[in-house]
């Protein structure tokens, strides 16, 4: 059964840092498109970031060259690393995965979320 657990969310104040982590269990999961993706307060949910099994990236436009997505296959594990962070950032955010490739939202398996808070 495929499993993702979200961790490393929290509160920052605007320009600092977090990293997010999604561990990955109950499949391979180098074979699988993995990606970040958030919801703000009010808001539909969007993507952040993507990983292909291949390494490719795709990022949205909103987070380019503050945002950097990387997996590390050995330890099934997907990161989020979130640099000069903005309030408009403050969003849950959720890991997800599926083993057609890259489908965005309409991705197979999904975490729970955790929540990052951006104050001004």
């Known amino acids: 059964q495929v499993q993702l657990v979200e961790s490393g969310g929290g509160s920052v104040q605007a320009g600092g840092s977090l990293r997010l982590s999604c561990a990955a269990s109950?499949?391979?999961?180098?074979?699988?498109?993995m990606g970040w993706f958030r919801q703000p307060p009010g808001k539909e949910r969007e993507g952040v970031a993507t990983v292909e099994r291949d390494g490719t990236t795709t990022y949205a436009d909103s987070v380019k060259g503050r945002f950097t997505i990387s997996r590390d296959n050995a330890k099934n594990t997907l990161y989020l690393q979130m640099n000069s962070l903005k309030p408009e950032d403050t969003a849950m955010y959720y890991c997800?995965?599926?083993?057609?490739?890259?489908?965005?939202?309409?991705?197979?398996?999904w975490g729970q979320g955790t929540q990052v808070t951006v104050s001004s």
């Open positions: 997800a995965a599926d083993a057609r490739g890259c489908y965005g939202l309409a991705s197979a398996y």
């Open positions: 109950g499949y391979t999961y180098s074979d699988y498109c």
